[in-house]
């Protein structure tokens, strides 16, 4: 079992930045690939970032990349989201993932843990 806790959210204006935090209570967590995703009200989860075990090979959707930073630190068993030039369109719940899926997919039903959600709302 994985427990996923996410922090870092908040109110931000358009074009800023946060960084988002997620930490799991495991002793494996090298052995997962971890993944960010959002769901804004009244739409579906959606695939945001995902990073390999090792932290290479990370994945963004194409309305973030260029904009944000996906990272890990398997030392000690977090994984960031830096986001920059926020847009009102990201306006969501961010929810931290964890795969143990051999290679990275974009399909939240290939996720096996999940954290809360962490709030993420950018003011016009």
């Known amino acids: 079992q994985v427990q996923l806790v996410e922090s870092g959210g908040g109110l931000v204006q358009v074009g800023g930045s946060l960084r988002l935090t997620c930490a799991a209570s495991t002793r494996t967590f090298s052995s997962y690939i971890m993944g960010w995703f959002r769901q804004a009200p009244g739409k579906e989860r959606e695939f945001v970032a995902a990073?390999?075990?090792?932290?290479?090979?990370?994945t963004y959707a194409d309305s973030v990349q260029g904009r944000f930073t996906i990272s890990r630190d398997n030392a000690k068993n977090t994984v960031h989201l830096q986001m920059n030039s926020l847009k009102p369109e990201d306006t969501a719940v961010f929810y931290c993932?964890?795969?143990?899926?051999?290679?990275?997919?974009?399909?939240?039903?290939?996720?096996?843990?999940w954290g809360q959600g962490t709030q993420v709302t950018v003011s016009s």
């Open positions: 990073i390999s075990r090792l932290g290479g090979s990370p």
């Open positions: 993932a964890a795969s143990t899926s051999m290679v990275i997919r974009s399909t939240p039903q290939l996720f096996n843990y």
